[in-house]
């Protein structure tokens, strides 16, 4: 007599485009599943130098190692580790999947006594409305297998937006307490901050808008740090540093007029967090920084991931019009214009539209605060995930 051992762990397949906005989704939704449903998860990522960016202990050169209960193997071709299909599939955004793991879902589905992982898609973020009507939709593969689209979103009708249980929580009690700000900035190598003195975190990419918000930070009335890791924000600040972006180092500080430029250290995501928690005010893009600074609750500008024919805008100012829905139309037209002008680089726009916000600014800070319960509605996409797997 056979007993055949059913595998309940989860797969998730990242193939890092460029920047960290694939790996940053799907190593936070990895740790979650791990650390909140006890998965076993195996996240599977074809580029471990990049994923060592945001996770520093990594060994970019080991076949396999465990970080937060999750095992991370890497991804070459032909896959090197044997795939055993387990309970769930997850492509991240659109990623083709091993030849080694299709053939093996396409025996199992030939096999009348097997059953294949539940396949499914992760896409990208977005709040336009059309996104209800395709979550969850299933696609039938030449193999006879379904796969499934699952949509992130903002609504009770889409994925739900990747935040831990206890996140939420931990950001109010961090900010609560001012000394917790100034520990960090001292830990991240960050010197002469004071607490009364105004802190902006800059991770955008390459942007005039940028140049021409710090000329206006160059003369303000009060002491601005700029913190800014080194990477795409700082190719549009050439002409304020010292030497070229790739002989920066971390905890560097430039100095014009009451501009203080701090050069940050890439950080893992726990401590990337803790720092959009710690700012005044966040210029964030892609998608995961652009959660994340909601989840912050503080004032933010979305630089967004740059798409043909402009298609990016038509995301933008689909969130806008989520964002600033109950909120005041002057502080609506104020927040909307400033992240307009910053994402078609306007230069002289987006330095009028800073300096109204300093009119509405408290309004802004309430309606970041209130926000993160309202786009998070009645669950995070973990539990919509984990949700949607057991009714399937
Ligand atoms: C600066 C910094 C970032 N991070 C993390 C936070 C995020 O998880 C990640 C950055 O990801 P994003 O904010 O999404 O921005 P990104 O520009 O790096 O990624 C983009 O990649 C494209 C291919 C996608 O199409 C975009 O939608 C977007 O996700 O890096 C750290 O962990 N530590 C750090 O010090």
């Not at 959009?276 to 920084?289: A, Q």
Request: hydrophobic share 40%; glycine share 4%; aromatic share 10%.
């Amino acid at each position: 007599m056979s007993i055949q051992t059913v595998n309940q762990h989860w797969d998730i397949f990242c193939a890092v485009v460029d920047n960290y906005g694939d790996i940053g989704v799907t190593w936070r939704l990895a740790r979650q599943l791990a650390e909140e449903y006890q998965l076993d998860i195996n996240l599977w990522v074809d580029d471990l130098n990049s994923f060592s960016h945001i996770l520093p202990a990594l060994t970019p050169d080991k076949r396999s190692q465990t970080f937060n209960r999750v095992t991370i193997h890497q991804w070459n071709v032909p896959l090197e580790i044997n795939f055993v299909p387990g309970a769930v599939l997850i492509e991240a955004f659109g990623c083709e999947l091993p030849e080694q793991v299709k053939s093996q879902l396409i025996a199992q589905q030939q096999n009348p006594g097997d059953t294949p992982p539940l396949w499914l898609n992760l896409e990208y973020l977005s709040a336009e409305n059309w996104v209800e009507g395709c979550h969850g939709l299933p696609s039938m593969q030449a193999s006879g297998i379904k796969k499934y689209f699952y949509f992130p979103g903002f609504t009770p009708r889409t994925g739900g937006l990747i935040c831990e249980k206890s996140l939420l929580e931990q950001r109010t009690a961090w900010q609560s307490a001012p000394e917790n700000k100034l520990a960090l900035f001292t830990q991240l190598g960050l010197t002469g901050i004071d607490v009364q003195d105004k802190v902006f975190s800059v991770f955008s990419y390459e942007a005039e808008a940028l140049a021409a918000l710090c000329q206006l930070w160059q003369g303000a009335d009060q002491k601005i740090h700029a913190l800014i890791p080194k990477g795409r924000s700082l190719n549009s600040l050439t002409h304020l540093l010292p030497c070229s972006v790739a002989e920066l180092a971390p905890g560097q500080q430039i100095v014009i007029g009451n501009l203080n430029l701090h050069i940050l250290p890439m950080t893992d995501q726990p401590s990337f967090d803790r720092l959009l928690w710690s700012c005044d005010f966040n210029i964030v893009r892609g998608e995961d920084s652009f959660l994340r600074a909601q989840w912050a609750a503080k004032p933010f500008i979305w630089h967004i991931y740059p798409q043909e024919d402009d298609y990016h805008l038509v995301k933008l100012e689909a969130f806008i019009n989520l964002y600033c829905d109950n909120l005041a139309p002057e502080i609506a037209r104020c927040w909307t214009e400033l992240n307009l002008a910053f994402n078609q680089d306007q230069q002289s726009a987006v330095t009028l539209h800073w300096q109204n916000l300093d009119s509405v600014n408290l309004p802004l800070l309430q309606h970041a605060q209130k926000w993160p319960i309202y786009a998070l509605n009645d669950a995070d996409l973990a539990t919509r995930l984990v949700q949607f797997v057991k009714n399937s």
